[in-house]
């Protein structure tokens, strides 16, 4: 009972997260494609079909990463976390500005998209033995890597260079094309410390 509901709690927590604005920080956003790039760049394997494959995957990559970047709204949120008495002694909030992201259904669907794409090359390229207990394992370890970002860096994760392509090439064209589309994000991505006033109108067109 104990397990079940463990599961249950982590799925719930993945798809809520995606429907909230979070933090838009470098950890996720830069450090899991840079990990995943050079555990393929480690295990890769040259041949003219591996190179096939992976100009293939980057193109996948890049259509879904377009499609979920292009339905992502981001905005500059300002939150007073303290504050300070001036001369009168009142008190006057200091304000964090803090760039956030919210992915919604349509990352979800892209995030389906590169799962099941990952099930289809473990049948059929790593010839593994698709079960029900397989998909699920497979759902539950890439929806527990999105929630615990560490979890991506255990010993256990991926084995073959495919795998680990999929994900880099996935992960960093969100990254760059969500650069691309937004000046908050692309601030913030690219270390760059001013923020212009433009949330509200990166709103108006993400509906």
């Given at each position: 009972?104990?397990?079940?509901?463990?599961?249950?709690?982590?799925?719930?927590?993945?798809?809520?997260?995606?429907?909230?604005?979070?933090?838009?920080?470098?950890?996720?956003?830069?450090?899991?494609?840079?990990?995943?790039?050079?555990?393929?760049?480690?295990?890769?394997?040259?041949?003219?079909?591996?190179?096939?494959?992976?100009?293939?995957?980057?193109?996948?990559?890049?259509?879904?990463?377009?499609?979920?970047?292009?339905?992502?709204?981001?905005?500059?949120?300002?939150?007073?976390?303290?504050?300070?008495?001036?001369?009168?002694?009142?008190?006057?909030?200091?304000?964090?500005?803090?760039?956030?992201?919210?992915?919604?259904?349509?990352?979800?669907?892209?995030?389906?998209?590169?799962?099941?794409?990952?099930?289809?090359?473990?049948?059929?390229?790593?010839?593994?033995?698709?079960?029900?207990?397989?998909?699920?394992?497979?759902?539950?370890?890439?929806?527990?890597?999105?929630?615990?970002?560490?979890?991506?860096f255990s010993g256990g994760r991926h084995s073959s260079w495919i795998l680990w392509g999929l994900t880099a090439f996935s992960s960093l064209s969100y990254t760059l094309l969500l650069a691309h589309k937004s000046p908050?994000?692309?601030?913030?991505?690219?270390?760059?410390?001013?923020?212009?006033?433009?949330?509200?109108?990166?709103?108006?067109?993400?509906?």
């Amino acid at each position: 009972m104990f397990i079940p509901l463990i599961v249950a709690i982590v799925f719930i927590k993945f798809i809520k997260d995606q429907f909230e604005f979070s933090a838009i920080r470098w950890i996720s956003y830069w450090f899991i494609p840079i990990f995943c790039l050079y555990q393929f760049a480690r295990t890769f394997t040259w041949s003219p079909l591996n190179v096939l494959l992976t100009v293939g995957l980057i193109l996948v990559a890049y259509l879904v990463g377009h499609y979920q970047t292009a339905h992502t709204q981001v905005r500059l949120e300002e939150t007073g976390s303290q504050y300070f008495r001036d001369a009168n002694g009142q008190e006057v909030p200091i304000y964090r500005k803090v760039v956030t992201a919210q992915g919604g259904r349509h990352y979800l669907y892209g995030w389906l998209i590169i799962l099941v794409l990952q099930i289809v090359i473990e049948g059929t390229y790593l010839h593994e033995v698709l079960t029900v207990d397989h998909v699920f394992e497979a759902t539950y370890k890439e929806v527990l890597a999105d929630v615990l970002i560490f979890y991506r860096f255990s010993g256990g994760r991926h084995s073959s260079w495919i795998l680990w392509g999929l994900t880099a090439f996935s992960s960093l064209s969100y990254t760059l094309l969500l650069a691309h589309k937004s000046p908050l994000a692309n601030r913030v991505l690219f270390g760059k410390k001013k923020y212009q006033h433009v949330a509200e109108n990166e709103d108006r067109n993400a509906h």
